[in-house]
């Protein structure tokens, strides 16, 4: 008689017809070959006086209870393992044991060593992994470094070239076969320059010399030359500063082999403008930034914690659903009637306090009753794992986990950096309204932007979510699949005090000026096409800076925005 098939772990049940006292149980034990190391998901098939099948747990083993009682033959296999087998006796009432090895394939970890502009492979560059082993390799001109039989588990790895900043990262080394991990490079470059008197062209010793957006500084030698090394290939602004001048930025493009610049400074005129400010913080509801004057750059900079989570949508279903519908979120959730909603399929549901049920048929989605909302883990005492909205409530159910420090998603992360940089730095100037001097640049300060993603362990009101997969962005709720990458730049703006210009949004209708009307305008960085940066989005800004040099320097003045000279 042929038995029932067997499952996972612990397989079959007694045959009907067999008397309890002729039955037995075998107990198959797969391993690997090289370590020892138990082989879980191996196929086993038993023969002899019954033939069952099954599969290993993770311990490596395969029970069959229930059994006849005689010899038996055992068979194990598993994909890239090859096969064993093992014979063993099964006595009356008792456990026949037997053992199969089979030949692991070899574990190997490979770097993949990318240029971060041009994702082109990098040769040559120095790769030291550290973890259950150690060892030391080349990247080929393929770009690999590969590390062939080492042990399984969670590696650091550095990577280093003579043309590149080093970078950090880390990588798991699979139980089974070959793992790869990619890791980006910057190339740095060189940047020469001399800082000279705009009318005698003779050098200016010891003048102060900024690289902006890279924090670096120096001063300039005996013949005003300078030098920045190892420098990121980007775009900045290059400021110099020197007592009775007045303070030079320019704009640099700094290609991969370097560049050579000249920096002339003009005389300061009789009366000297305010040049620099301390630090000041500015918020308001949900607008918060720091500006910093310095060398007559206007520093517009904000730190972003952030935290990794996942997203889920919520739902205001109203009268479309029975009274008494359960799922209502309670507790400190601050918006009354509103349900979790997920997609599924190609339609969406909603939970209604214990399962996930179809919208209503009769139900229209629109901006005014559903949107996103971000969510973060929780442990409990127990150890269970909740995931708990950023306003209050847990989602019903576990969320897949993701990976926020991949090359790729942290490659993202940079790319937001630099839009909220690129589309917010050197669009328009801050001048003091009635300057008395004729000079376009005196009381007139340049504006860069720049911000920071600071990663916290634990959530707080004011945090964004960072979350994997894409549904809708806000400034609270950033998605790392986004495929907008402005968008970066049009959150930005509501840390600026700017509202969104875009039809069913929560505009401001007194808006009507630089391409606005009634508070839409599809052609600005806040409005749908997330384009322009515009004149009014510096008005926050403006009138912070007034407060500053009203509270440092006792002036009452006023700034407007204008174009850059």
Known sequence: MTGPPGGEGNVGAPAADC?????????????????????????????????????????????????????????????????????TEAPPGGTGTAN????????????????????????????AISGPSSQRRQSSQEGQAQFADIAPGRYDFQVQHPNYHSARGHAVARDQGASTAE???????????????????????????????ANLHTTTDGSGGFNFAEVTPHRYRLQASAHGYIASTQTVDLPP?????????????????????????????????????????????????????????????????????????????????????????????????????????????ADSNN????????????????????????WPEAFTDWDIHSAENQSKLDAWV?????TWTWVFDIKRH???????????????ASVQFVEQNTFSAGILVIADGNIRSNDSLFFIGEPRIAMAAHEFGHHLGNPDEYAGAAVD??????????????DSIMGQNLTNVKKRHYRTICRHLARMVQQQRGKHYTYEPVPPL
């Open 257 to 365: 082999e370097g560049t050579t610049v000249e920096v002339p400074l003009a005389d300061c005129p009789a009366m000297p403008p305010i040049t620099d400010l301390n630090k000041a913080h500015y918020a308001h509801e949900r607008a918060h930034f720091d500006l910093e004057l310095v060398s007559s750059e206007l520093k517009i900079s904000s730190e972003i914690k952030y935290i990794k989570g996942w997203s889920g949508q919520v739902v205001k279903l109203g009268n479309s659903v029975p009274h008494g519908t359960g799922g209502v979120i309670h507790g400190s959730f601050p918006w009354p009637g509103y349900r979790w909603m997920k997609s599924e399929g190609l339609g969406q549901q909603y939970w209604d306090g214990s399962a996930w049920k179809d919208l209503p048929a009769t139900f229209e989605l």
């Open 434 to 448: 009635g300057c008395p001097s004729h000079s376009p640049s005196h009381c007139r300060y340049s504006t860069a």
């Open 183 to 213: 890791v980006l490079l910057t190339r740095a470059a060189a940047l020469n320059g001399r800082v000279v008197d705009a009318n005698t062209r003779g050098p200016i010793v010891g003048a102060r010399v900024e690289l902006l957006e």
């Open 19 to 87: 008397p309890a006292r002729t039955l037995a149980s075998l107990l198959v034990t797969v391993t690997r070959r090289n370590d020892g190391r138990p082989i879980a998901g191996a196929r086993v098939q038993v023969s002899g006086p019954e033939d069952r099948s099954g599969a290993t747990d993770s311990r490596g083993r395969a029970t069959f209870r229930g059994v006849k009682s005689g010899s038996y033959h055992a068979n194990a296999t598993k994909a890239d393992h090859g096969d064993g087998e093992a014979a």
């Open 418 to 422: 630099w839009n909220i940089h690129d």
């Open 371 to 394: 949107f996103s909302v971000g969510f973060y883990s929780v442990t409990n005492a127990s150890g269970a794992v909740h995931y708990r909205c950023q306003y209050g409530g847990d």
């Open 509 to 522: 209708k007194s808006l009507n000026d630089d391409g606005a009307a009634h508070g839409i305008d599809p």
């Open 100 to 127: 199969i090895v089979l030949d692991a394939p070899p574990i190997s970890l490979t770097i993949m060593v990318k240029d971060r502009s041009t994702r082109h492979a990098v040769e040559g560059a120095t790769v």
